[in-house]
């Protein structure tokens, strides 16, 4: 699988990672501010933007951006619906899955709320970046 990183697009991937986290920074900070803060508990506060808060998940995003460009390239999809249908695989069975995972703990006040924002932002964005992937092989 490492053998692929040659093969890679690095352009692509840093589109796709820049799309990703600049999203990701829209999703959580603008679009939906009120409900992420309330699925936190956190409804009239604000939120901390301490280093680890911003630096920490772009680490992540390049993980899963990096991640999907060896599997894409590993698995030859080379096809906008190959790439549709590797973020719906992917989306579902390993972000959505693993955010709504996490999202439930007695830590998060309401679970479900947080599940949907975070799942649905990494959704969006994993199809994002897979289209991306694909159409710059």
């Not at 692509?12 to 999203?23: E, H, K, L, N």
């Not at 999703?27 to 992420?36: D, L, S």
């Not at 956190?42 to 990096?66: H, S």
């Not at 390239?73 to 992917?90: M, R, V």
């Amino acid at each position: 699988m490492f053998s692929q990183l040659s093969n890679l697009n690095w352009l692509g991937v840093a589109i796709a990672f820049v799309v990703y986290c600049v999203i990701g920074g829209l999703w959580f900070t603008v679009i939906f501010v009120k409900p992420y803060k309330a699925s936190l508990g956190k409804a009239n506060e604000t939120l901390p933007n301490a280093p680890i808060f911003i630096v920490g998940p772009m680490i992540c995003t390049l993980a899963i951006t990096l991640t999907s460009a060896i599997l894409i390239k590993a698995l030859n999809i080379i096809t906008l619906s190959g790439g549709f249908e590797f973020a719906l695989l992917a989306g579902f069975g390993y972000l959505v899955a693993n955010t709504v995972n996490i999202a439930i703990n007695p830590n998060i006040p309401q679970p479900v709320l947080y599940g949907f924002i975070s799942s649905a932002y990494h959704l969006v964005c994993i199809t994002l970046a897979s289209v991306i992937l694909v159409l710059m092989p």
